[in-house]
């Protein structure tokens, strides 16, 4: 199960003012829109620090292929559209850019809505069928 996202910084004034405000933490909870022990850390937190920052932000790991390299991938498959993913990996990584694994190039193509598909022969539905 994945991490709900941070609450904003208007979201965190709204805590600490309904809290200075003597409503209950349920309450505040449905005010905001968010857990009940989402309201108690932040509370808790303006209390100690005096402050609700969030100093999260930028901490994941920087892309390899960046926008320039997707646009760039974007292009080699419209030049042939039946090259493999192997074969295009090895195209983009004679470029200039930096050298990708085919898993890369395999998300970054199925992340732009380019997906694999063979179309298959079906019969016309018959006077029975209908």
């Not at 004034?13 to 968010?34: D, P």
């Not at 100690?48 to 292009?75: C, H, I």
Request: include cysteine; aromatic fraction near 2%.
């Amino acid at each position: 199960m994945g991490k709900a996202a941070d609450l904003s910084e208007f979201d965190r004034g709204q805590i600490v003012m309904a809290r200075r405000l003597g409503k209950s933490i349920t309450e505040t909870a449905r005010l905001v829109g968010c857990s009940r022990s989402a309201v108690v850390s932040n509370h808790a937190k303006w209390i100690n620090d005096g402050d609700t920052s969030n100093r999260r932000q930028g901490v994941r790991r920087p892309r390899v292929m960046k926008e320039t390299g997707r646009r760039s991938l974007s292009r080699l498959v419209k030049q042939n559209r039946r090259q493999t993913v192997a074969q295009r990996t090895a195209q983009y990584n004679a470029g200039p850019s930096a050298s990708v694994s085919e898993h890369t190039v395999q998300r970054a193509l199925l992340n732009m809505g380019l997906c694999n598909r063979r179309p298959t022969c079906v019969p016309l539905l018959t006077k029975r069928h209908r």
